[in-house]
T-cell receptor
Framework: DSGVTQTPKHLITATGQRVTLRCSPR?????VYWYQQSLDQGLQFLIQ???????AKGNILERFSAQQFPDLHSELNLSSLELGDSALYFC?????????FGSGTRLTVV | DAKTTQPNSMESNEEEPVHLPCNHS???????IHWYRQLPSQGPEYVIH?????VNNRMASLAIAEDRKSSTLILHRATLRDAAVYYC????????????WGAGTKLIIKP
């Protein structure tokens, strides 16, 4: 257990639907990052939050949004889902240069 | 664009050292070099990081070229449990410490 918890582990949904992925960071970590990993590829940075505020944005589609709540957990909302959104979605938290990743949510859009 | 280049795959025998190369010719002076590995169906796991000097920890060593345009991750005695995809990553100071990931090297360990 890395200390970063992601739920659900697996999600299957239809095109056009909306889903919410949840991440609880490691205790004490203020930063949360979201990444997308398509099949056999490296991770693509989506967005970062620090203590409730958006800090940096990567290649995040307008159909996707995220937030970090006062208890520091974060949610990634994916809407109007397309087949190409099928991927592993990872959350990471960090303090300093120490990044810890969760085990991911596998999203399958059918 | 900051970017890293790694071989797609490498093979090594168990109990032998492994040298995983990475090129990052566009690195800037404030970018840290990080290495993570990812086992099948798991999230990435931190291996090591450095800025200019060579670094050692219990998992591996990191050798950084003098011009910082390349680095090598060294696993001193590979075991079957080291079979994974190894990612060489730049941590960009100028972009709020974002991690910029390459495609990674799939390390295959032969018994």
């Amino acid at each position: 257990d890395s200390g970063v918890t992601q739920t659900p582990k697996h999600l299957i949904t239809a095109t056009g639907q909306r889903v919410t992925l949840r991440c609880s960071p490691r205790s004490g970590d203020l930063s949360v990052y979201w990444y997308q990993q398509s099949l056999d590829q490296g991770l693509q940075f989506l967005i970062q939050y620090y203590n409730g505020e958006e800090r940096a944005k990567g290649n995040i589609l307008e159909r996707f949004s995220a937030q970090q709540f006062p208890d520091l957990h974060s949610e990634l909302n994916l809407s109007s889902l397309e087949l190409g959104d099928s991927a592993l979605y990872f959350c990471a938290s960090s303090v300093g240069q120490d990044y810890t990743f969760g085990s991911g949510t596998r999203l399958t859009v059918v | 664009d900051a970017k890293t280049t790694q071989p797609n795959s490498m093979e090594s025998n168990e109990e032998e050292p492994v040298h995983l190369p990475c090129n990052h010719s566009t690195i800037s002076g404030t970018d840290y070099i990080h290495w993570y590995r990812q086992l099948p169906s798991q999230g990435p796991e931190y291996v090591i990081h450095g800025l200019t000097s060579n670094v050692n920890n219990r998992m591996a060593s990191l050798a950084i070229a003098e011009d910082r345009k390349s680095s090598t991750l060294i696993l001193h005695r590979a075991t079957l449990r080291d079979a994974a995809v190894y990612y060489c990553i730049l941590r960009l100071l100028d972009s709020n410490y974002q991690l910029i990931w390459g495609a990674g090297t799939k390390l295959i360990i032969k018994p």
